[in-house]
């Protein structure tokens, strides 16, 4: 009985330990380290995976009826501190242009106006934050495809990087995309929200909207879209924002 | 030891039966091979993971503890549940971040997602869940329940033959947690993901919409919680060395009881 009754006592013991252990175990398992590279390969992994699995598939899109009577902005709602965006905004943006350049063969500048030009998408697509609230918008705007096709991306360019003007403390926030997600057909380079012009609080002039991502890759203000063979060597090297500063995933799928 | 014996409520062990010509030894415990060896690893390699999975899931809840129903749902729209702040000790990790949380979260969701798939498929293959989870018409009457209900409430647990096998709310818990709210969690899981939403537009649709996935997702992690109080606390009061070891080496000693007579004869 004693020998059970301290078996016992052991056995509680070694409950309440492995608690304790776990939380300050997994808190110091999620500093850099090797274990940390291990968790970050097994969370990457859902990249190949849902490459594979998502194909072309396109987002649902959804009627009018199921929209979100307020669409909560949300990451930086204004641009501060970027005199080149703030004297373009004084005038509706009307001699605005957005720069395509990197690994391309003809760099563009785009008004605002050839953007409005071209063939248009319109769709009514959930909006899913990270934090895990969502939000139903209607984004029309010209696929990003055809521009790219009008640019001419060189054989070695792998990534789309997206420059904005907004910015947290000092770092400008930028994003980026691989090919196939570029060229999908719902990735669209939007100036009209629910069928105004965009507002400055959900990214005016133009927003990249990646439907198949979370929220924090459907970069604001863009300013600039720049073709590169590598993220390395840009700002963080994650290929973000949001990657940089946090260590949210690149991809962006889950 | 395992087969499809008629199931023996508490009191028919009290009933008269066969003495055997030989007196047992009634100091001499009785052993059976409780738990097979695919049962004892998917346990605590579950145990393992879910612990992640709660935890890294509750600090993932902080950054919008709000739930909703349908499609949509932001903080102009109306939750129909708001959550509290998760402490720092319920939490991976313990100070927030999102994106730690969602890294531990996402990284240990293969491990938790196929060892349920495959402890699932290994136990339809060797007759697990057929044999020993699956609730008899007649253990499902509402007598048959009531008694069970009353002899848990009682503190009254099997004893001999019939602590070999689960009880009928036994059967019930298990088969709630392996074949209801593990592969719901899964699947909610699975219709919050952006790009799998574009590839299985049905998923989130079958549970009404991506918002009503979350709250599904949250309300099953509430399942097994409540479900590991119970479990913890039917460990302890059935005696925890006992229960523990029959989970670590499959060795399960039969409480002696009226019915130790009969477990011994068979």
Redesign the interface.
């Known amino acids: 009985m004693t020998d059970q009754f301290s078996r016992r006592r052991l056995l509680s013991a070694g409950a309440l330990g492995t608690g304790g252990l776990l939380l300050s175990g997994c808190d110091r398992l999620s500093q850099p380290g090797p274990f940390r590279s291990v968790l970050e390969a097994a969370a990457d992994a859902h990249y190949g995976v849902q490459r594979g699995i998502a194909g072309d598939a396109l987002a649902a899109e959804f009627a009018v009826s199921q929209m979100s009577p307020v669409f909560r902005a949300n990451g930086n709602t204004n641009v501060k501190g970027h005199a080149e965006w703030s004297g373009h905004g004084a005038d509706q943006f009307a001699r605005w242009a957005l720069k395509i350049d990197g690994l391309v063969l003809r760099p563009l500048d785009l008004p605002l106006d050839a953007l409005r030009a071209m063939p248009q998408r319109a769709q009514i697509t959930r909006h899913d934050c990270v934090e895990g609230w969502s939000a139903i918008g209607k984004w029309q705007g010209p696929q990003l495809g055809p521009i790219l096709k009008m640019a001419g991306l060189l054989p070695s360019a792998r990534y789309i990087v997206f420059h904005c003007a907004d910015r947290f403390g000092s770092t400008p926030y930028y994003e980026s995309l691989d090919l196939i997600e570029a060229h999908h057909p719902q990735t669209i380079l939007a100036w009209a929200m629910n069928d105004k012009p965009l507002p400055v609080a959900h990214g005016a002039p133009i927003r990249l909207r990646a439907e198949r991502q979370l929220g924090y890759k459907h970069a604001k203000y863009v300013m600039r879209i720049e073709a590169r063979s590598s993220l390395a060597g840009l700002y963080g090297g994650k290929g973000g924002y949001w990657e940089d500063a946090r260590g949210y995933q690149w991809w962006a799928g889950i | 030891m395992r087969g499809d014996l008629p199931s023996a409520d508490f009191t028919a062990s009290l009933a008269p039966m066969d003495i055997p010509e030989a007196p047992l030894q009634v100091s001499q415990p009785v052993m059976v091979k409780r738990h097979r060896l695919s049962t004892r690893l998917w346990h605590w390699l579950n145990a393992a993971v879910v612990?992640?999975m709660l935890?890294s899931g509750l600090m993932?809840?902080n950054?919008?503890p709000?739930l909703?129903w349908g499609?949509?749902?932001?903080?102009?729209?109306k939750a129909w549940l708001e959550l509290p702040q998760f402490p720092g000790?319920a939490t991976?990790?313990?100070?927030y971040?999102?994106?730690?949380a969602?890294?531990?979260h996402?990284?240990?969701a293969?491990i938790f997602g196929a060892a349920i798939a495959v402890y699932l498929a290994w136990s339809m293959v060797n007759g697990h869940l057929w044999r020993d989870l699956r609730p008899r018409l007649a253990e499902l009457s509402p007598a048959h329940l009531w008694q069970d209900i009353k002899a848990h409430a009682a503190l009254r647990f099997p004893t001999g033959e019939a602590a070999a096998r689960y009880n009928v709310l036994q059967k019930l818990a298990y088969c709630g947690v392996l074949l209801v709210l593990l592969p719901l969690l899964v699947l909610t899981g699975m219709a919050?993901?952006?790009?799998?939403?574009?590839?299985f537009?049905w998923l989130?649709e079958i549970f009404g919409g991506?918002?009503s996935a979350?709250s599904i997702h949250f309300i099953c992690a509430t399942g097994i919680v409540l479900f590991f109080i119970v479990h913890i606390t039917m460990v302890v009061l059935a005696g925890?060395?006992n229960e523990?070891r029959s989970m670590v080496t499959g060795w399960f000693r039969l409480p002696p009881g009226p019915a130790e007579k009969e477990a011994a004869h068979d």
């Open positions: 612990a992640i935890m993932i809840s950054a919008h709000r909703y499609h949509i749902g932001a903080n102009p729209d000790w991976i990790p313990s100070t971040s999102l994106a730690d969602r890294l531990w996402i990284a240990i293969w919050m993901a952006p790009a799998l939403n574009a590839a537009p989130p991506r918002q979350r925890p060395v523990v």
